[in-house]
C-alpha cells in the first residue's frame, strides 16, 4: 500500500504541535519548579488590566480545561503566585467568573523567568531573521484567533 503524504497544511500543523512541544521541555528546564502553563499564566495575568483575569478566560487562552486551570490556579495560590476571590464573594459567583489576581511575589517570579525566557528564545532562534519571526507570529494570531472556543 501506498503510503499517504500530508498535505502542506497538514503537515504544518503536525510540525507545529511537535515543535511546540520540544519548546515547552525546552523551557520548563529553565523555570525552576514552574510548568510552561503556569509561565503562561503569570504572563497573562501580567497583561491584564489590574493584572487579574477570570479563571475561564485564562483557561481560553491556553487552550485547557476548567478543571484544568482550577488544578493549576490551586497550586500556583499555594506557592503565593496569585490569589483568587475571596471566599466571601465566591459564594455569589459562578465559579466560572472567579476572578484571579497575580501577587507582588508571582510578579517578581515572573520577571526573573522573562530574563531566562528572552535569552532561551533567541538561543533557539538564533539563526531565524526577525522578519521571518514576525510574519510567523502573524500567521500564529490567525490561527488562534480561529481556534478559540
Not at 59 to 74: C, E, F, N, P
Request: hydrophobic letters at 40%; charged letters at 25%; aromatic letters at 12%.
Amino acid at each position: 500500500m501506498k503510503k499517504k503524504v500530508l498535505s502542506e497544511k497538514l503537515e504544518f500543523f503536525v510540525l507545529l504541535s511537535s515543535t511546540r512541544n520540544r519548546c515547552v521541555h525546552h523551557f520548563e528546564g529553565i523555570f525552576s519548579n514552574t510548568h510552561f502553563n503556569e509561565f503562561l499564566i503569570l504572563y497573562f495575568l501580567y497583561q491584564s488590566f489590574e493584572y487579574k483575569s477570570k479563571r475561564v478566560d485564562l483557561a481560553k487562552k491556553l487552550g485547557i480545561t476548567q478543571s484544568g486551570i482550577v488544578r493549576i490556579l490551586k497550586k500556583m495560590e499555594g506557592n503565593n503566585l496569585v490569589t483568587t476571590d475571596p471566599p466571601s464573594l465566591a459564594i455569589f459567583q459562578d465559579a466560572r467568573t472567579k476572578y484571579v489576581k497575580l501577587t507582588t511575589e508571582g510578579e517578581q517570579l515572573l520577571h526573573t523567568y522573562l530574563e531566562r525566557a528572552e535569552a532561551h528564545a533567541e538561543y533557539l532562534n538564533h539563526n531565524v531573521n526577525i522578519k521571518t519571526i514576525k510574519k510567523f507570529n502573524q500567521i500564529l494570531k490567525i490561527i488562534s484567533s480561529n481556534t478559540l472556543y
